[in-house]
């Protein structure tokens, strides 16, 4: 299985709003689409890591076929990683046999459920029961 790690901002919850830290530069006053990595939504979770640009994923650096923008790439291993002080880097939390989208962000569809997201882009989505985020005390 392709394997893809994503380092993200550091925080302990990934379901919302909330602090992040060690985070380059958090768009929208404080907002990285990192902050609902692991907020299930419809028995999915929906990836996010800023790409340069904006660009997305270049999926033949995993796989040799061609691809074209927003085309999928099933069965890939996403591990989340942040700088968490005084450990340095550290696992906050993985997907399993998640979908990547080549070169394109996707748009979350439907109405603001819990009033603290509008139009956050996602790289990457997985069953919820496929994906582990890990307890605070284990993040070392």
């Known amino acids: 299985m392709p394997i893809l790690f994503f380092r993200v901002g550091y925080m302990e919850s990934y379901a ?11 768009q929208n006053n404080g907002v990285g689409g990192e902050m609902w990595n692991f907020r299930e939504e419809n028995g999915r ?13 270049n999926l033949s650096r995993l796989d040799s076929r061609t691809w074209k923008p927003n085309d999928e790439l099933d069965g890939v291993d996403i591990v989340f990683i942040a700088k968490n002080p005084p450990y340095g880097q550290v696992i906050v939390g993985w997907y399993t046999n998640a979908t990547v989208f080549h070169k394109q962000y996707r748009v979350r569809r439907g109405s603001k459920k819990q009033g603290d997201w509008e139009q956050l882009h996602y790289l990457c989505e997985v069953d919820s029961d496929n994906a582990v985020l890990l307890p605070e005390e284990e993040k070392t």
């Open 16 to 26: 919302g709003r909330g602090e992040i830290k060690y985070a380059g530069t958090p």
């Open 45 to 57: 979770f929906y990836g996010f890591v800023w790409s340069m640009n904006f660009s997305g994923i």
